[in-house]
C-alpha cells in the first residue's frame, strides 16, 4: 500500500542521496542514464509485445488474452514501482541486479512458454491449461521488474544532479516512452521477421543485460563494493552466457518442440510474420496434415466430408461464377471445379505462402487436384473483408464460399460479423447462394447460431446445417496440445438473399463420397436441436463470439 509520510523540509536530503562519484561530468553522466533508460524501456515493450504474440499463438483469442498480458503486466508495474522505494538507498547496486534478473526472464520467456506448450499441452487435466497460467506468471513477474526500474532511476538522476521533481519526471519519462516507440516499431519490422520469436526475445534479454550492467559498473561503480561489484558482474555474465546458449541451441529446440507439437513427419514449416505454417505426413502412405499456427486447418483424414458439406449444398443451382474467401489451400476450389458449368473461381488468400505450398508442394498440390493450374482459378492475395470492399459494385458471384478460421479466432471476428456478410451480399447474384463454416456447434452453441443470426441481421435468408466429423475436423481449432478437446462436429449455414435456400444436392454434379440427400437432412435435423434463441447479431463495433 501506498504509505503516509511527513514531506521533508526543503533542500533536505535522505542520509543515502549525496551526489554520486561518478568517472565522468555530471552533463554526460546524466545522459547516460537517460540513454539506459531508453535502451530498457525498448526492451521492455519488446518483451510485452513477445508475450501477447505468444498469447495469440498459443490460444487463440488473441484480443482476451492481450487484455490479460497488458492488464496484469500494467498492475504488476504499480506494484513493481511501491516495492523499489525500499530500494531507493541502494539504487545503483538494486538497478544492476534488477536488469540482470529481468534480462534472464525476458529473454527466457518465449522459449519457456513454447516448451511447455509443445511437452505438456496434451497432458490434459490441469495442465491443459499450463501456458496460460504461465503467460500471467511471466507478465506479472515483467511487469514487477519493469514497474521497478522508474524510482531507481529517478534516483540516479537525482544523485547525479538535483532539479525539481517535474523536470526529473519528464526527462525520465520522455526516455522512456521515446524508448518504448523504437521497441514497439523494432518487434514487428525487424525481431520477428529476421530473427523470430525466440531468438528475438532473447537478444533483448541480452542487450537489456549489458546496458543496465554497463549503466552501473561503468558509471556508479564507486557506490558498490568491491564484492557487489564482482557479484554484478559474474551475475550479468552468467546470464548472458544462459542467453548465448539457447540462442545456439534455438534451432535444436525449435525441431525438437516441433516434433513435439506436430509429431516427427514434419515435412515443412514455414514462418510468416508472425505465423506458423508446418506440413506433416502426405507421404509413405501417412495422411497430410496442414497447421497454422499451431491449429489443424487441414487434416487429410476427413477433409473430403469437411470440403463436401461446405461446397456441394451451395453449388445446388447455377454456378458458373465462384468466389472462395480463404481456402488457400485449394481444397474447396477442387470440389468447386468438380461442377460442369463452372466458368470462372476467384479466390481470396490472405497468406501467400499458404497458396505457394499448395501450388508447389506435391502432396498437397496431389491433394487439391492441382487446381491452381486451371486457367479457371484466379488467385488474390488479400484479407477478405478489404477484397470485398474494394471490388466492384454489383451483382456478379452465382455462390460464395467462406472457408475462414472459426470466429473462436479473435482475429476473423470481423469475417463473421454484420458488415461482412453485407458486402457478401452484395456481390450476389439474384438467387446467388453463400456458405459459411462456423466452427463446432458441440462446444460452441451460442458461436454458431449468432453466425446464422448475423446473417439474417445483413439480409439473408438462411438454412443451418451440422455434419459430424469421425476425426478431427478441418480449421476445427485444435491444436496437437489439445487432442482430448478437439470437436467432433462441423457447423455450417447456408445463405441466400432471395428466398430461404433448400439444403440439397445438385442432381447433375458430381456425386459426393461423403453426402446423401438423406445426410442433408439429418444434417438439417442435427442443427435444429442445438438452436439457441433470442442471439443479437455480431457487427464490428460489438463483435459478439
Known amino acids: 500500500m501506498i504509505e503516509p509520510h511527513a514531506p521533508a523540509p526543503p533542500g533536505a536530503l535522505p542520509p543515502w542521496a549525496g551526489p554520486a562519484r561518478l568517472p565522468v561530468r555530471p552533463g554526460i553522466g546524466r545522459f547516460l542514464v537517460l540513454a ?91 495442465w491443459a491449461s499450463g501456458p496460460r497460467w504461465l503467460l500471467v506468471a511471466f507478465s506479472l513477474a515483467i511487469g514487477l521488474l519493469i514497474g521497478a526500474e522508474v524510482p531507481l532511476l529517478m534516483e540516479l538522476i537525482q544523485r547525479i544532479r538535483r532539479q525539481d521533481a517535474g523536470g526529473a519526471v519528464a526527462d525520465l519519462f520522455a526516455a522512456d516512452y ?25 537478444l533483448t534479454g541480452a542487450v537489456n543485460a549489458v546496458a543496465g550492467g554497463a549503466l552501473v559498473l561503468g558509471l556508479f561503480r564507486r557506490d558498490l563494493t568491491r564484492r557487489a561489484r564482482w557479484l554484478l558482474l559474474v551475475a550479468n555474465l552468467a546470464v548472458l ?42 507421404t509413405d502412405g501417412h495422411p497430410l496434415d496442414l497447421y497454422v499456427d499451431g491449429r489443424l486447418r487441414v487434416s487429410g483424414r476427413d477433409e473430403d466430408r469437411y470440403h463436401e458439406a461446405l461446397v456441394h449444398p451451395a453449388m445446388n443451382g447455377p454456378h458458373a461464377r465462384v468466389l472462395v474467401l480463404g481456402g488457400g489451400d485449394g481444397l474447396a476450389a477442387r470440389e468447386v471445379l468438380r461442377f460442369p458449368g463452372v466458368r470462372r473461381v476467384d479466390l481470396v488468400a490472405l497468406d501467400p505462402a499458404v497458396v505457394d505450398l499448395a501450388r508447389h508442394d506435391p502432396a498437397l498440390s496431389r491433394l487439391n487436384g492441382h487446381v491452381y493450374g486451371d486457367a479457371r ?9 478489404r477484397g470485398l470492399r474494394t471490388s466492384a459494385p454489383g451483382p456478379s ?16 471476428t470481423k469475417l463473421y460479423s454484420q ?3 453485407g ?60 487432442v482430448s ?48 434463441e433470442g442471439l443479437a447479431a455480431s457487427t464490428l463495433v460489438h463483435p459478439r463470439y
Open 36 to 126: 539506459c533508460v531508453f535502451v530498457c524501456a525498448a526492451c521492455g515493450l519488446v518483451y510485452e509485445l513477445e508475450l501477447v504474440a505468444l498469447a495469440s499463438y498459443l490460444t487463440g483469442d488473441s484480443v482476451t488474452q492481450a487484455s490479460v498480458v497488458l492488464s496484469v503486466m500494467i498492475f504488476a508495474m504499480g506494484i513493481g514501482s511501491l516495492a523499489a522505494k525500499r530500494l531507493r538507498r541502494l539504487a545503483a547496486a538494486a538497478f544492476g541486479a534488477l536488469e540482470a534478473l529481468l534480462a534472464l526472464v525476458g529473454g527466457c520467456s518465449a522459449m519457456t512458454l513454447y516448451a511447455v506448450f509443445a511437452w505438456t499441452g496434451d497432458w490434459g487435466g490441469p
Open 178 to 202: 521515446v524508448g518504448a516507440l523504437v521497441g514497439g516499431l523494432a518487434f514487428p519490422f525487424l525481431l520477428l521477421p529476421l530473427l523470430g520469436q525466440l531468438t528475438g526475445a532473447m
Open 241 to 282: 552466457g544462459v542467453l548465448a546458449t539457447a540462442t545456439v541451441l534455438a534451432d535444436d529446440f525449435e525441431r525438437a518442440a516441433r516434433e513435439a507439437v506436430y509429431g516427427k513427419d514434419v515435412r515443412v514449416a514455414l514462418q510468416t510474420g508472425v505465423r506458423e505454417i508446418a506440413l506433416t505426413g502426405g
Open 377 to 385: 482459378v484466379h488467385v488474390s492475395t488479400a484479407d477478405a473483408f
Open 397 to 412: 458471384y452465382d455462390v460464395v464460399i467462406a472457408d475462414l478460421p472459426d470466429p473462436g479466432v479473435t482475429a476473423s
Open 419 to 421: 458488415e461482412f456478410y
Open 423 to 482: 458486402l457478401v451480399r452484395r456481390v450476389l447474384a439474384p438467387g446467388g447462394r453463400f456458405v459459411v463454416h462456423t466452427g463446432p456447434v458441440s462446444s460452441r452453441r451460442r458461436v454458431f447460431w449468432t453466425v446464422e443470426a448475423t446473417l439474417r441481421a445483413a439480409g439473408l435468408r438462411t438454412t443451418p446445417y451440422r455434419v459430424g466429423c469421425p476425426g478431427f475436423g478441418a480449421d476445427s481449432g485444435r491444436t496437437t496440445a489439445g
Open 485 to 532: 478437446r478437439a470437436p467432433r462436429d462441423w457447423g455450417f449455414v447456408l445463405a441466400s438473399r432471395g428466398r430461404r435456400p433448400a439444403l440439397a444436392l445438385d442432381p447433375l454434379g458430381p456425386r459426393p463420397a461423403t453426402l446423401t440427400a438423406e445426410s442433408l437432412r439429418a444434417a438439417r435435423k442435427a442443427a435444429r436441436a442445438t438452436r439457441v
